[in-house]
Nanobody, 125 residues
Framework: QVQMVESGGGLVQAGGSLRLSCAAS????????MGWFRQAPGKEREFVSA????????FYANSVKGRFTASRDIAKNTLYLQMNSLKPEDTAVYYC??????????????????WGQGIQVTVSS
């Protein structure tokens, strides 16, 4: 059974940092493109970042560009999202997802096949 479990969320003050992790089990995602999405209260889920299967290429939503950095540890089958200079508008449930084998970066939610259960990030002003 495939599981993707996010960790590292919580409450932080504006300007602070958090590092989300997404540990996968039941399948190796070493050759999958991976991504992060988020859903704020009352809003639709939106794309945050994506990283290709090698980890060499990443892409970010304009709202987080320059503040968030995605990375992956293939040996640990784990995806990360370093979030710096957090703002109250970053408050949301964050989801990790796996797309396709040998895939490039993609922002389209429909291309992601496996999803974590989500983790809350709350940024206070």
């Amino acid at each position: 059974q495939v599981q993707m479990v996010e960790s590292g969320g919580g409450l932080v003050q504006a300007g602070g940092s958090l590092r989300l992790s997404c540990a996968a089990s039941g399948r190796t995602f070493s050759n999958y493109a991976m991504g992060w999405f988020r859903q704020a209260p009352g809003k639709e889920r939106e794309f945050v970042s994506a990283i290709n299967w090698t980890g060499g290429t990443s892409f970010y939503a304009n709202s987080v560009k320059g503040r968030f950095t995605a990375s992956r540890d293939i040996a640990k089958n784990t995806l990360y999202l370093q979030m710096n200079s957090l703002k109250p508008e970053d408050t949301a449930v964050y989801y990790c997802a796996a797309s396709t084998p040998f895939g490039g970066v993609t922002t389209a939610e429909r291309t992601y096949k496996y999803w974590g259960q989500g983790i809350q990030v709350t940024v206070s002003s």
